[in-house]
C-alpha cells in the first residue's frame, strides 16, 4: 500500500509499505479520505517535537477492512471513523480528568499516519474513540472530528458568557472551529486572519466583525476598536501558532479578560508576556492542548447535527501521489482544508 511519511522539513515521501495486520482488540481501516491540517503544514515546515521519519497525517474516514482478535463492536464493511488519539485511563492525570496530560497518551499518526491507504487504528482508540457513521454522514464531514474535538475542547476552557466579546486570531481549520463554537455559545465573535477567504468563511460561521491582520497598523487597537466602550474583548483565543500573536493576544482583551494559547509553537520557542500588563489588569492566561474522550464525542454529536459542515470546511481533492501539493495549497490560504481521497 501507499504511505507518506514525513522525514525532515520539506521533505514528506510516499512509499510502499506492507498493509497492517491487527493485533488483539486492533482494527484495520481501508481509508476513504484523509483531511489536511494546520499541523500537517506546521510539521512540513518546521518538523515536529518528535525525531523524524514518522507517519504523517491523522485526519481520516474509512471503512472496515480487518479486525483483531476480541473486537466486538465493529465488523468488515462498518464505515467509521477513528480519533488519533487515546488516554491510559488510569495514570495521575487522567484519574483527575486531565487526559490530554496524559502520560501513556496514545498519538497514532506517528506510528501510523492517516495519509495511507490503509491505517492501524490501536486497541485503546478503537475501545474509546472511534464511532461508526450514520448513513447521513460523508467521509468528509466524519474527518472533521478531530481537528472539531480540538476546537469544542478549547472553548469549553473559556468562560464564555451570552453577549461577551471574543476575538479568534487565526482562521484556519481549528480557528474556525472555535468561530463555530463560540457562536453557538452566544458570543459577538471578531475573526482575526491574513486571509480574506478565511475571514469570509469565519463570517459564514457567524462571525460578526472580521479584521484583515496585514492591513491594519495595530491589529491589537483594531480589535479593540470593534468592542463596546473600546475596552477590549472578554476573549481572546490564539489559533495561528505564531509567537507574536501569543503576545498581541493579550493585548486584545478587557482588564479582568482571558486569553487562551491554542496555537503550538516550535520547540524551543519563547515569548514575551507584559507581566506589569498582567498583574494589573488581572489578566488569566491559559494553555490548552488537544482534546479529551469527553469532548471526541461531543463533538461526533455536533457533526452529526450539522455544526460543521463539511462545504464550508473542505474544498479540493487530490490523490495520495498529491498529498504535498495539498498540503502546500492549504498553507498558502486560498482553502480552509483539502482532501486526500483513496481509489477503491
Known amino acids: 500500500m501507499k504511505a507518506v511519511r514525513f522525514y525532515a522539513p520539506g521533505d514528506i515521501r510516499v512509499e510502499e509499505v506492507p498493509i497492517p495486520v491487527p493485533g488483539p482488540g486492533d482494527v484495520v481501516v481501508k481509508n476513504k479520505v484523509t483531511l489536511t491540517c494546520g499541523t500537517d503544514v506546521k510539521t512540513y515546515?518546521?518538523?515536529?517535537?518528535?525525531?523524524?521519519p514518522f507517519g504523517?497525517?491523522?485526519?481520516?474516514?474509512?471503512?472496515?477492512?480487518?479486525?483483531?482478535?476480541?473486537?466486538?463492536?465493529?465488523?468488515?464493511?462498518?464505515?467509521?471513523?477513528?480519533?488519533?488519539?487515546?488516554?491510559?485511563?488510569?495514570?495521575?492525570?487522567?484519574?483527575?480528568?486531565?487526559?490530554?496530560?496524559?502520560?501513556?497518551?496514545?498519538?497514532?499518526?506517528?506510528?501510523?499516519?492517516?495519509?495511507?491507504?490503509?491505517q492501524l487504528i490501536p486497541a485503546p482508540i478503537v475501545k474509546m474513540n472511534m464511532f461508526h457513521l450514520p448513513d447521513s454522514m460523508s467521509y468528509k464531514q466524519a474527518a472533521l472530528l478531530e481537528p472539531m474535538a480540538c476546537s469544542v475542547y478549547g472553548t469549553a476552557n473559556c468562560p464564555i458568557e451570552i453577549g461577551d466579546y471574543v476575538v479568534v486570531n487565526g482562521c484556519g481549520p481549528i480557528g474556525l472551529g472555535f468561530v463555530r463554537m463560540c457562536v453557538?455559545?452566544?458570543?459577538?465573535?471578531?475573526?482575526?486572519?491574513?486571509?480574506?477567504?478565511?475571514?469570509?468563511?469565519?463570517?459564514?460561521?457567524?462571525?460578526?466583525?472580521?479584521?484583515?491582520?496585514?492591513?491594519?497598523?495595530?491589529?491589537?487597537?483594531?480589535?479593540?476598536?470593534?468592542?463596546?466602550?473600546?475596552?477590549?474583548?472578554?476573549?481572546?483565543?490564539e489559533a495561528t501558532g505564531v509567537p507574536s500573536v501569543w503576545e498581541s493576544s493579550m493585548h486584545m482583551v478587557r482588564p479582568g479578560g482571558f486569553v487562551l494559547l491554542f496555537g503550538g509553537l516550535k520547540k524551543g520557542a519563547e515569548v514575551q508576556l507584559d507581566t506589569n500588563l498582567m498583574h494589573y489588569s488581572q489578566?488569566?492566561?491559559?494553555?490548552?492542548?488537544?482534546?479529551?474522550?469527553?469532548?471526541?464525542?461531543?463533538?461526533?454529536?455536533?457533526?452529526?447535527?450539522?455544526?460543521?459542515?463539511?462545504?464550508?470546511?473542505?474544498?479540493?481533492?487530490?490523490?495520495?501521489?498529491?498529498?504535498?501539493?495539498?498540503?502546500l495549497e492549504h498553507a498558502s490560504g486560498a482553502v480552509i482544508k483539502n482532501a486526500i481521497v483513496y481509489q477503491d
Do not use: W
Request: include cysteine; glycine fraction near 8%.
Open 45 to 52: 515546515k518546521r518538523g515536529y517535537r518528535y525525531e523524524p
Open 56 to 118: 504523517f497525517g491523522h485526519e481520516a474516514a474509512g471503512v472496515v477492512a480487518a479486525v483483531g482478535e476480541g473486537v466486538e463492536d465493529f465488523k468488515v464493511g462498518d464505515r467509521v471513523v477513528a480519533h488519533n488519539s487515546a488516554p491510559c485511563g488510569h495514570c495521575y492525570y487522567c484519574k483527575r480528568g486531565e487526559e490530554s496530560m496524559c502520560v501513556d497518551l496514545i498519538q497514532n499518526q506517528f506510528e501510523h499516519g492517516a495519509y495511507s491507504e490503509y
Open 184 to 237: 453557538l455559545r452566544g458570543a459577538h465573535v471578531i475573526a482575526c486572519d491574513v486571509s480574506q477567504a478565511r475571514l469570509d468563511t469565519a463570517m459564514k460561521l457567524g462571525a460578526v466583525d472580521a479584521v484583515k491582520a496585514d492591513e491594519v497598523e495595530d491589529q491589537a487597537q483594531a480589535v479593540k476598536d470593534l468592542t463596546e466602550d473600546k475596552r477590549g474583548v472578554d476573549v481572546a483565543i
Open 283 to 327: 489578566l488569566t492566561v491559559k494553555g490548552v492542548f488537544h482534546t479529551t474522550p469527553m469532548y471526541v464525542h461531543s463533538t461526533f454529536e455536533m457533526i452529526k447535527m450539522g455544526q460543521f459542515p463539511e462545504e464550508i470546511f473542505v474544498q479540493h481533492e487530490y490523490s495520495i501521489d498529491e498529498t504535498e501539493q495539498a498540503i
